[in-house]
């Protein structure tokens, strides 16, 4: 997996566990 692949899962995970 790439370090791009990574950011891009956190990121929606991040927005997800938000829920802005």
Same mark, same amino acid.
């Not at 997996?1 to 802005?20: H, K, P, V, W, Y």
């Given at each position: 997996? /790439?370090?791009?692949? #990574? ?5 929606? #995970?991040?927005?997800? /566990?938000?829920? /802005?």
């Amino acid at each position: 997996m /790439d370090q791009t692949e #990574l950011s891009r899962i956190f990121q929606i #995970l991040g927005a997800d /566990d938000r829920e /802005d």
